[in-house]
């Protein structure tokens, strides 16, 4: 089979022939069609994290087919489509990880992430634990489910869980990889979802996914925009900027909080009057478990959300990732193998 590794930290990608592998104990191997390309790849890219093993191939976005079972598997079945997103389990560590609550486990989130424990989608197979693993609704293709298995799950999962009701405030902070599929959850949930970005060129595309109205942060200032129509009862910030998400905060309404899912290193700047006041917050948001990750699969098939993606065939993956990374990829970078 083919694969994509990188063979040190901050080494160029290698399109190399191994050997497919037999899935042991309680894992399963799926034969990849689709792996979308996600920021979070850059870890195992440059070497983040101190615990990766190399050579390593990246890639948490995967959707495929179940193509060999080890022993001890009875609830996934060979032919079964499937995703995989960046959880990837429990280690069984501590109390917090045996009950799912993998973000306090420090310890899963290195042992137990697709594409940095273990091999990732950046190939033509991949094994993985069962725990992973979500169903594929019929309704998705391959290439529409791979993108949700972290954009999506991140997305969709910080929305339902941010205390924001029907008819709420909701802006969108970025029309990205991220923020589209933000404007079209936020409106599907049936938020007042308005979506904040970059130019007026931006303003159909928001409008189409499903903005009631726009915000041009470089004409105008969004935090004010947002007062004039009652302040926002919750902002999902998407974009990679601290400073675009510090320029936004004036406009919460009060009790209202910033969720933050766009990773940055700058640091969010935020006054304390405004937020003591107000009773203001700011929060952040990591993606989910394999369960979320069905929810949002599920609920991306029943209401119409799609993924917006560039497609590259595996031997593309340096571009693509390139393109991610510069912030070029219109909306999602999604690899397939043919298969």
Request: charged share 20%; hydrophobic share 40%; proline share 4%.
């Amino acid at each position: 089979m083919r694969s994509v590794q990188v063979s040190k930290p901050n080494g160029a990608f290698e399109i190399v022939e191994r050997k497919i592998p037999e899935p042991e104990d309680g894992k399963v191997r799926i034969k990849v069609q689709a792996c979308g390309i996600c920021h979070g790849d850059s870890v195992t890219k440059l070497g983040l994290f101190q615990d990766i093993k190399y050579p390593r191939v990246p890639g948490h976005e995967i959707a495929g087919v179940i193509d060999e079972v080890g022993n001890d598997v009875a609830e996934w079945k060979i032919g079964q489509r499937v995703g995989v997103g960046w959880v990837a389990g429990s280690c069984g560590y501590c109390e917090s990880c045996r009950r799912g609550d993998f973000v306090t486990c420090r310890f899963t989130q290195i042992q137990y992430s697709t594409g940095i424990s273990f091999d990732g989608g950046y190939s033509d197979s991949v094994i993985t634990p069962t725990e992973a693993l979500a169903t594929i609704p019929d309704e998705l293709s391959a290439v529409e489910a791979a993108p949700l298995m972290c954009a999506g799950v991140t997305t969709y999962n910080a929305l339902r869980n941010s205390g924001a009701r029907d008819g709420d405030l909701v802006p969108i902070l970025g029309i990205g990889g991220l923020g589209h599929l933000g404007i079209q959850f936020a409106a599907k949930m049936g938020f007042d979802t308005v979506a904040v970005g970059r130019g007026k060129d931006k303003e159909e595309l928001a409008k189409k996914l499903g903005a009631r109205e726009y915000i041009d942060s470089r004409s105008q200032n969004a935090a004010e925009e947002l007062t004039k129509l009652g302040g926002a009862e919750v902002i999902l910030g998407t974009v990679p900027s601290g400073k675009a998400m510090s320029a936004i905060l004036g406009g919460l309404a009060v009790n209202g909080k910033l969720i933050v899912i766009g990773a940055s290193d700058e640091p969010i700047e935020a006054p304390p009057n405004l937020l003591l006041m107000g009773r203001r917050s700011v929060a952040g948001w990591p993606s989910g478990t394999s369960m979320d990750s069905q929810d949002t699969l599920s609920f991306t098939a029943l209401s119409g959300v799609r993924s917006m993606n560039e497609i590259f065939p595996l031997e593309r993956a340096t571009e693509a990732y390139e393109r991610m990374m510069s912030g070029k990829v219109r909306f999602r970078a999604v690899l397939t193998t043919g298969h």
